[in-house]
Nanobody
Framework: EVQLVESGGGLVQAGGSLRLSCAASGFTFDDYAIGWFRQAPGKEREGVSCISSSDGSTYYADSVKGRFTISSDNAKNTVYLQMNSLKPEDTAVYYC?????????????WGQGTQVTVSS
């Protein structure tokens, strides 16, 4: 059974940093791409970042480029999202998701989410 568990969310002031973790189990980690998504109240879910296991490529939404960094520790089956220079508009529930085939498409398995709140 594919399982994804996010952690690391919390309350931070604008300009601060947080590091989210996505611990994966139940599947061959190297065969999947892992993405981070977020959903703010009253808004649609949006893709934030993704790392492809096929070639290590990383992708970022324009709104987080230069501030967020995605990385993977394959030995720990964990993907991280380092978030710097946080803004109030980054406030959302952050989810990680897994896509088979190592490509950042067709995410079929999701974690339960972790809340990130950025105060102004």
């Amino acid at each position: 059974e594919v399982q994804l568990v996010e952690s690391g969310g919390g309350l931070v002031q604008a300009g601060g940093s947080l590091r989210l973790s996505c611990a994966a189990s139940g599947f061959t980690f190297d065969d999947y791409a892992i993405g981070w998504f977020r959903q703010a109240p009253g808004k649609e879910r949006e893709g934030v970042s993704c790392i492809s296991s096929s070639d290590g490529s990383t992708y970022y939404a324009d709104s987080v480029k230069g501030r967020f960094t995605i990385s993977s520790d394959n030995a720990k089956n964990t993907v991280y999202l380092q978030m710097n220079s946080l803004k109030p508009e980054d406030t959302a529930v952050y989810y990680c998701a897994a896509a088979p085939g190592g490509i950042c498409l067709d995410f079929g398995s999701w974690g339960q989410g972790t809340q990130v709140t950025v105060s102004s």
